[in-house]
């Protein structure tokens, strides 16, 4: 299966930014989508952005302008930055991969990482 680990979260304040990793215990080329998502205390995981393998990328209204996502070949990593955080960002960010080119499609998660951002 995939492992997907994250890194980079920590506690800043609003304005600041933030540099969140995903890494991939495969090659992300074979691997359809890299997502990330985020979920706040109370609310349901939404989706915050992804990138195809053919770089094609989308995000969610509310970070668009603020947040990018990337991928790093060489590295088997996935970058989200994040710039201009809002106290709103305030989640658990996790990393996902989805695999599509055959049914049954399958799924990874990793285990999240903490993003807190204080006003």
């Known amino acids: 299966q995939v492992q997907l680990v994250e890194s980079g979260g920590g506690l800043v304040q609003a304005g600041e930014s933030l540099r969140l990793s995903c890494a991939a215990s495969?090659?992300?080329?074979?691997?359809?989508?890299m997502s990330w998502y985020r979920q706040a205390p109370g609310k349901p995981r939404e989706l915050v952005a992804s990138i195809t393998t053919g770089g094609d990328t989308n995000y969610v209204d509310s970070v668009k302008g603020r947040f990018t996502i990337s991928r790093d070949n060489a590295k088997n990593t996935v970058p989200l930055q994040m710039n201009n955080l809002k106290p709103e960002d305030t989640a658990v960010y996790y990393c996902y991969a989805a695999l599509t080119t055959y049914l049954p499609y399958r799924n990874y998660w990793g285990q999240g990482t903490q993003v807190t951002v204080s006003s």
């Open positions: 495969e090659s992300i080329r074979s691997i359809n989508i």
